[in-house]
């Protein structure tokens, strides 16, 4: 019995074929990967430059202390309501470091350009040095797509060398249109009047020299005691 012996295919349609299944298996890895995340920051908006500093040292410091943000929300994901007791972790959707991180460094920038002062919170400074400590507590920090985004949070400013302490309340409610790009500047906005409303504590502390302050009379500024109402 004789066998035939099939004709080899050409040798470049075997380098095709090769090409081809290396492409195909590309183009199913690309169509199983992941979708592109995109990542948001609570950074000042502003455009306007910083005026240059000159030399000569600020009549005081600040001291912007690590800001607690509640356990649901501290996650690199953005986490919206989708009800009154519902929320939806958003996997593509991120910040760019943690929110009670955006938060701390969104406030000691705003405080800084506001009070022009410098932020030395794990920086050594003169021993006469006077230095108020900002801490805060953010109690909600909600975002709501198409609706609002609201910040619920409590501060308080601290004269380093002294007892005196002012403690607040804010609750500040922005509203938003939709997508999550405004949904972020709500947030931001949220935060820059709690900023100024800090500013306006720090600044009356630092006016009496003693720490017992005025306060600023803005709207969303609940007293607590020690608070000027």
Known sequence: MTFARLPRPPRGFVRGAAYAGALAGLLAMAACSSPTSRFYTLGSDSAAPVAARTAAAPAYLIEVAP??????????QLVVQTGPSQVQVLEQERWAS???????RSLSTSLTQQLGTIDVYGTAYADNAAVYRVSMNVQRFESWP?????IDAVWSVR???STAVM???SVVSEPVGDGFDALVNGHRAALQQISAQIAGAVQGMAANGRGSGSGSGKVGV????????
Do not use: F, M, W, Y
């Not at 609940?222 to 608070?227: D, F, H, I, M, Q």
């Open 67 to 76: 800001v607690d943000v509640p356990p649901q929300v501290a996650k690199n």
């Open 98 to 104: 943690l929110p009670g991180d955006e938060i701390r």
């Open 146 to 150: 198409g609706s609002h985004a609201l």
């Open 222 to 229: 609940v007293a607590l005691p020690g608070c000027p109402g």
């Open 159 to 161: 004269a380093v060398k």
């Open 167 to 169: 403690t607040c309340r």
